[in-house]
């Protein structure tokens, strides 16, 4: 039975994101980034942060699988309502870092940046820079979403721990993500196929998709190979629990050559090996994902972002819902129903830009009723605003990630964070992750080097470290 809307409320936005999300604590490195610097008008209770109306805002959207049309309809409409003379100077990209890192070194900085994609810039970098604002007074403002109470206490459990950098808050994440296997639940009703729960289930339901014509997985070796390095972490701690994203975030001797991991790499390199197709190695993101909506591919990793992403071009003969990595060992330490939840697509303000309280504010309206429930019915996704979901029409794909999470229940896999603390380990980890599944080194070659270079970060007096505990 289909979970009713209160249901999904109550699934997608409270209790069951507060275990994967919890508090990291982190270890300094000097000074504070700054707060906003340029002038501000007074400040008031409808003003909280000093926006200046007349000064111009811009704001640079990452114009991916969300677009950028809610940016514009939404969040920088809700924020000429509240100052309406305000010039807005609206960028859309798909190359944030190509087109932002001129900028920053020179100095000319956007306020408010969406830094997603594969070429999202370096936080770590930014902060070392001094280029991210302390959100601090955003967290602390009054909502406009529920006005009785403050920005931090309207948001899902982990969202504002997830926005901490040495402690202070600099980035907002969104969304609510769920990551696993998509697959078009359509197509396995017709051929009488059951969703797969043990590795011996997958491999045997590879051979039956082998005999229809269709690769049992595959993923984006071009643009996206960083589904499967998520897809290769998530399922190590399947196996051996938790605690090891939690040493791959904190550089942990030997995290990355531990027992879990090499399974993981080595269950999945198998998959590829005997039930793959050589030639996704060469496509993007949507070319694969293209394939998938034409059911040449059963299985495919990404996050919930998938669904709106592929709109224009999902058949009505497909129908995406999702399941999670089959157990791989009968010994994993999580059980099948353990998925990846957590936050995405991230937000911040430039600390050096023309206008840092117009770019709190922004963000602030991005926290508001019209703004969050409106970016929902518009993408599809879910954001970190708890409580505005009632009575919206929620997609096929929403529900089966509600069913997915009520299912796993407390059993959450953790976000694996140094993909932002260690950007240059995340990018050596795609590279790595296309040379192992394509067979040009083995699991045990995977580890080797990817533990390599995180101990060369770790021996690096000039990075700043973080950690966590949870």
Same mark, same amino acid.
């Given at each position: 039975m289909?979970?009713?809307?209160?249901?999904?409320l109550?699934?997608?936005g409270? /209790?069951a994101l507060a275990?994967p999300?919890a508090?990291?604590?982190?270890?300094g490195r000097?000074?504070?980034?700054?707060?906003?610097?340029?002038?501000?008008a007074?400040?008031?209770?409808?003003n909280?942060?000093?926006?200046?109306a007349a000064?111009?805002?811009?704001?640079?959207i990452?114009?991916g699988?969300?677009?950028?049309?809610?940016a514009?309809d939404?969040?920088?409409a809700g924020?000429r309502k509240?100052?309406p003379?305000?010039?807005? %100077?609206h960028?859309?990209?798909?190359k944030?870092?190509?087109q932002?890192?001129?900028?920053?070194?020179a100095?000319d900085?956007?306020?408010?940046?969406?830094?997603?994609g594969?070429?999202?810039?370096d936080l770590?970098?930014?902060?070392?820079?001094?280029h991210?604002?302390d959100l601090?007074?955003?967290?602390e403002a009054?909502s406009?979403?529920?006005?009785d109470?403050?920005?931090? &206490?309207?948001?899902?459990?982990g969202?504002?721990e997830?926005?901490?950098?040495?402690?202070?808050?600099?980035v907002?994440q969104?969304?609510?993500?769920?990551?696993?296997l998509w697959?078009?639940?359509?197509l396995f009703?017709?051929? *009488?196929?059951?969703?797969p729960?043990t590795?011996?289930e997958?491999n045997?339901?590879?051979?039956?998709?082998?005999?229809a014509?269709?690769?049992?997985?595959?993923?984006p070796?071009?643009?996206g190979?960083?589904?499967?390095? @998520?897809?290769?972490?998530?399922?190590a701690a399947k196996?051996?629990g938790?605690?090891?994203?939690i &040493?791959?975030?904190?550089?942990?001797?030997?995290a990355w050559?531990?027992?879990?991991v090499k399974?993981?790499?080595?269950?999945w390199a198998?998959?590829q090996?005997d039930y793959g197709?050589?030639a996704?190695?060469?496509?993007?993101?949507?070319?694969t994902?293209?394939k998938?909506?034409?059911?040449?591919?059963?299985?495919y990793p990404?996050?919930? @972002?998938?669904?709106?992403?592929?709109?224009?071009?999902k058949?009505d003969t497909?129908?995406?819902?999702?399941?999670?990595?089959?157990s791989i060992t009968? /010994?994993?330490?999580l059980p099948?129903?353990?998925?990846?939840? *957590?936050?995405?697509?991230s937000?911040?303000?430039?600390? %050096?830009?023309?206008?840092?309280q117009?770019?709190?504010?922004y963000?602030r309206v991005?926290?508001s009723?019209?703004?969050?429930?409106?970016?929902?019915?518009m993408t599809k996704?879910?954001?970190?605003v708890?409580?505005?979901? &009632?009575g919206l029409?929620?997609?096929?794909?929403?529900?089966?990630?509600?069913k997915?999470?009520?299912?796993?229940g407390k059993?959450t896999?953790?976000?694996a964070?140094?993909e932002? @603390?260690?950007k240059?380990l995340? &990018?050596h980890?795609?590279?790595?992750?296309?040379s192992?599944m394509? *067979?040009?080194?083995t699991?045990?070659?995977?580890c080797?080097?990817m533990?390599?270079k995180?101990?060369?970060l770790?021996?690096d007096s000039?990075?700043?470290?973080?950690?966590?505990?949870v």
């Open positions: 289909s979970p009713t809307r209160r249901d999904v109550r699934g997608l409270l /209790a275990t999300l508090a990291c604590a982190t270890t000097g000074a504070a980034a700054p707060s906003p610097t340029a002038s501000a007074a400040t008031s209770a409808a909280p942060f000093g926006v200046d000064r111009q805002l811009e704001v640079v990452f114009s699988g969300n677009g950028d049309k809610y514009v939404l969040h920088q924020y509240l100052h003379q305000a010039p807005i %100077k960028v859309a990209t798909q944030v870092g190509t932002l890192r001129p900028r920053f070194i100095g900085v956007p306020d408010v940046v969406n830094n997603s594969p070429e999202a810039l770590q970098s930014l902060v070392q820079e001094g991210l604002a601090t007074p955003l967290f009054p406009l979403a529920f006005p109470k403050k920005v931090k &206490d309207t948001l899902v459990g969202a504002y997830n926005s901490l950098i040495d402690g202070v808050p600099r907002l969104y969304t609510v993500a769920h990551r696993a697959y078009n639940a359509k009703a017709a051929k *009488g196929w059951n969703v729960k590795w011996a997958f045997a339901l590879g051979e039956e998709a082998k005999k014509g269709i690769a049992l997985f595959a993923y070796g071009q643009v190979p960083f589904y499967q390095l @998520w897809n290769l972490v998530y399922s196996i051996g938790n605690q090891v994203i &040493d791959i975030d904190n550089l942990a001797d030997g050559t531990a027992e879990p399974q993981a790499v080595a269950a198998q998959i090996k197709d050589k996704y190695f060469g496509l993007d993101h949507t070319q994902q293209v998938h909506l034409q059911d040449k591919v059963l299985f990404c996050g919930s @972002w998938l669904e709106n992403e592929m709109a224009k071009d058949p497909f129908e995406y819902a999702i399941a999670p990595v089959p009968a /010994a994993d330490v099948y129903e353990a998925i990846m939840i *957590g936050v995405s697509e937000f911040f303000v430039s600390a %050096k830009g023309k206008n840092p117009g770019g709190l504010e963000l991005m926290l009723k019209d703004g969050a429930r409106g970016y929902t019915e996704n879910l954001t970190i708890n409580g505005l979901v &009632d029409q929620l997609t096929s794909a929403v529900n089966s990630a509600a997915a999470q009520e299912a796993a059993n896999i953790t976000d964070r140094f932002t @603390w260690y240059e995340f &990018d980890g795609q590279t790595q992750t296309n192992v394509a *067979g040009r080194i699991a045990e070659e995977f080797a080097n533990q390599k995180a101990d060369e770790k021996a000039s990075i700043a470290k973080q950690t966590r505990s």
